[in-house]
C-alpha cells in the first residue's frame, strides 16, 4: 500500500532555511518519481519539484528554481526538499506525491498525482 508521510515544517524567519522530508512505504524510489507541491490559503495546489526515478534528476518551477533543491535516500526511501531564501509567499501546506510513474512529467501538476500525504505545515514570519 502506498502511503508518504511528510515532516519537518515549521516557522522560520524570512531569509531562513528548511528542510521537508517525505517518507515512503509501499514502493521504491528506484521505481516511482515523487513530486513537492504546496497550498497556500485561498490558491490552488502549487507543483514545486520532482525527483525521477532513473537517474535521481530533477525539475522545478520558476518560483522556486534556485532557492530550493529536490533530493532523495534510497536506503531510507525518503524524498527532501531544502528550502533556502524562504519569504512569506512561501508559507503553505507543503505535500509530496506519487503517479507511481518512473518519470517526472512537465509540467510538475498536481492533476496528474494520485498518491499524496497528509501535509505538513511551513510558517515563514518575523
Known amino acids: 500500500q502506498v502511503h508518504l508521510v511528510e515532516s519537518g515544517g515549521g516557522l522560520v524567519q524570512p531569509g531562513g532555511s528548511l528542510r521537508v522530508s517525505c517518507t515512503i512505504s509501499?514502493?521504491?524510489?528506484?521505481?516511482?518519481?515523487v513530486g513537492w507541491f504546496r497550498q497556500a490559503p485561498g490558491k490552488g495546489r502549487e507543483g514545486l519539484s520532482c525527483i525521477s526515478a532513473s537517474d535521481g534528476s530533477a525539475g522545478y518551477a520558476d518560483s522556486v528554481r534556485g532557492r530550493f533543491t529536490i533530493s532523495r535516500d534510497t536506503t531510507n526511501n525518503s524524498v527532501h526538499l531544502q528550502m533556502n531564501s524562504l519569504n512569506p509567499e512561501d508559507t503553505a501546506v507543503y505535500y509530496c506525491?506519487?503517479?507511481?510513474?518512473?518519470?517526472?512529467?512537465?509540467?510538475?501538476?498536481?492533476?496528474?498525482?494520485?498518491?499524496w500525504g497528509q501535509g505538513t505545515q511551513v510558517t515563514v514570519s518575523s
Open positions: 506525491a506519487t503517479d507511481l510513474k518512473s518519470s517526472c512529467r512537465r509540467p510538475i501538476a498536481a492533476a496528474f498525482y494520485d498518491y
Open positions: 509501499g514502493f521504491s524510489l528506484d521505481s516511482y518519481a
